[in-house]
């Protein structure tokens, strides 16, 4: 997950270099360029602010299974009863699957 965060980050840095440069080249004589280009860079932007979205989303949910299978496995070597097993893990259900829905909402 941090490699793909680095990924993007450098994705935001070539984005900015890409763009800037011939949109502060265009100058006002070049008035139709620079709004060409300012529209693909703020649609490219708007699609790497989705992906970084969607990451933060996806390691939310990697980090509410983590937990759940933490006290999953802490329940079994207990031997704990059902019961006492659905009291431990139905807090981190609800928030894995308030987890899943917002990597659903952020993957669209």
């Known amino acids: 997950m941090v490699e793909y965060a680095g990924i993007l ?4 840095e070539f984005l900015d270099t890409y763009y800037q440069g011939p949109m502060a080249a265009a100058g006002k ?3 139709l360029a620079l709004i060409v280009v300012q529209r693909q860079y703020d649609g490219d932007t708007a699609a790497l602010q989705s992906r970084k ?5 996806y390691g939310k949910v990697m ?11 802490v329940e079994a070597i207990k ?5 006492d ?10 928030n894995l699957k308030d987890a899943i829905s917002e990597l659903q909402t952020r993957s669209k």
Do not use: F, T, Y
């Open 79 to 83: 031997k704990a009863r059902l019961r």
């Open 29 to 31: 004589s070049e008035r």
């Open 9 to 12: 980050s450098n994705e935001s």
């Open 85 to 94: 097993v659905a009291e431990q893990i139905g807090p981190d259900i609800a």
């Open 63 to 73: 980090d509410n299974l983590a937990s759940l299978h933490a006290k999953l496995k």
């Open 53 to 57: 979205s969607a990451a933060i989303a």
